[in-house]
């Protein structure tokens, strides 16, 4: 009962205050609240979920973005590269630049909304070894889609999962030519 009492007084006091400072925004909330002005009130109760949507979409492709990045383990680096080489004992096959040509490959036939699925098997069927594989991966780096503003610094593997959405996709153009090159390493 007392706890009630408190909270009226309270509440009365707020709504109370200082009347000669509040004139223009006792104006705007009748406005706001009254008769014709009501069309007012709904667009800004629009407005507001329509904030409140955006913000929790934003939230969402994030986490979305990050999941993917998880996923991928991505971006090879050197000292990985060489852990990879001394685990499966395998060297390299070709050049920094032949890698980063593979690459620029891979980019080009996956960026956008189709995907050029014969360009990207032509550069798995020339990975040789898990050494290869890795360089690669650390030649494509983190990139941009050029057309997704959402897309943004994601691995190869992120990459191929964009552009091979089932199993039977990734398995056909990306997986199995790896695969009929000995490397162990799937998508
Ligand atoms: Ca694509």
Request: proline letters at 8%.
């Given at each position: 009962m007392g706890k009630k009492g408190s909270a009226g007084s309270a509440g009365s006091a707020g709504s109370a205050g200082s009347p000669s400072d509040t004139g223009v925004l006792n104006t705007l909330v009748n406005n706001l609240t009254n008769g014709p002005q009501g069309a007012l009130v709904f667009v800004i109760y629009i407005a507001i979920i329509g904030l409140v949507i955006w913000l929790l979409w934003k939230i969402f492709s994030g986490s979305v973005e990050k999941l993917k990045n998880e996923i991928t383990t991505v971006t090879v680096g050197n000292e990985a590269v060489r852990a990879i080489e001394r685990r499966t004992g395998t060297t390299a096959s070709y050049t920094d630049q032949e890698y980063k040509e593979f690459a620029d490959q891979l980019y080009t036939a996956m960026?956008?909304?189709?995907?050029?699925e014969d360009s990207v098997k032509a550069v798995m069927e020339q990975m040789k070894s898990e050494s290869d594989l890795a360089r690669l991966e650390k030649a494509f780096g983190k990139r941009d889609s050029s057309w997704n503003p959402?897309?943004?610094?994601?691995?190869l593997s992120s990459w191929l999962h964009d552009d091979f959405r089932t199993a039977k996709e990734m398995e056909e153009w990306v997986n199995a030519p790896l695969r009929a090159n000995g490397i162990k390493k799937q998508y």
């Open positions: 960026n956008g909304p189709t995907t050029d959402f897309d943004k610094q994601t691995g």
